[in-house]
């Protein structure tokens, strides 16, 4: 039972990729293109822990943080231009 779970989260976090990445092509401003890369950034952190759970290694796991924060520092990085510049 809870593999099926977790099937049907996968399939729910691969419909969200792709709602966010139609977002990030017809985002009308550079805001909501931020926006839906930082949601994309978040969903594909939880695909690479759900496959590291399913495979049984726990290193994606790592992978994961390990991209969450240079994400993280990504978006901020971005955020703060767009506020005032570098």
């Excluded at 594909?44 to 992978?63: E, K, N, P």
Aim: charged residues 10%.
């Amino acid at each position: 039972m809870a593999e099926f779970i977790f099937a049907v989260a996968t399939c729910f976090m691969l419909i969200g990729i792709l709602i966010t990445m139609l977002r990030f092509i017809l985002g009308p401003s550079v805001v909501d293109r931020v926006i839906a890369f930082d949601t994309m950034t978040i969903i594909t952190l939880s695909l690479v822990a759900a496959i590291g759970h399913f495979s049984g290694r726990f290193i994606y796991l790592d992978v994961a943080l390990v991209y969450g924060l240079l994400s993280f520092l990504g978006v901020v990085a971005v955020a703060r231009y767009l506020e005032n510049g570098l």
